[in-house]
């Protein structure tokens, strides 16, 4: 599989062991060249979010730490917000449908359910989060040639007409 040049993932989780259990796995199962960071609360990867990261994976309860913390989906739509190119990984330790409907309502690209299986369930979402990346590159590519061959034809056009009247 092709490899895109600087791609980059923020792991956001209050639960340290969790988030570097979570960060090798993910850096020993992924066949690119990938730049991963961690971030223990949603308020760290927002101050980072100028680093543009293509992909978040992100806990919905980041309050361990601080009670007074961002939650989840909090920062998710900061993040859309602010990048909306960005796809974001919604994780939970409890089955909430409420969660799982905002997260995809708010412009998530999935939502995961903590378990024995997560950091293989998320390996596998990061790899469709990385094909959908590719094609928006792809589409955003033949858009910028489509838009420049209209503008090289109108430039034509308008030379053989300025040719004709003078």
């Known amino acids: 599989m092709e490899t895109i040049k600087d791609l980059s993932i923020f792991l956001v989780d209050d639960d340290t062991l969790f988030l570097k259990s979570l960060e090798y796995q993910l850096q020993h199962r992924l066949k690119y060249n990938i730049k991963i960071k961690s971030f223990q609360t949603g308020e ?3 101050h980072n979010l100028h680093q543009k990261p293509n992909i978040v994976v992100l806990d919905y309860l980041l309050n361990s730490h601080d009670p007074d ?3 989840g989906l909090q920062v998710l739509q900061k993040i859309k917000r602010e990048a909306p ?3 974001v990984i919604m994780l939970s330790g409890h089955e ?3 969660v799982a409907f905002e997260t995809m309502k708010s412009g998530g690209f999935s939502y995961v359910i903590k378990n024995n299986t997560t950091p293989i369930e998320i390996h596998e979402i990061i790899k469709n989060a990385i094909h959908s990346i590719k094609t928006t590159r792809r589409h955003t590519a033949a858009i910028l040639i489509a ?3 209209i503008a090289c ?6 030379i053989l007409f300025i040719k004709r009247v003078f």
């Open 44 to 46: 760290e990867c927002l």
């Open 153 to 158: 034809f109108a430039l034509i056009l308008l």
């Open 69 to 71: 913390a961002m939650n």
């Open 147 to 149: 838009k420049l061959f």
């Open 96 to 98: 909430k449908v409420d």
């Open 85 to 87: 190119e960005t796809e």
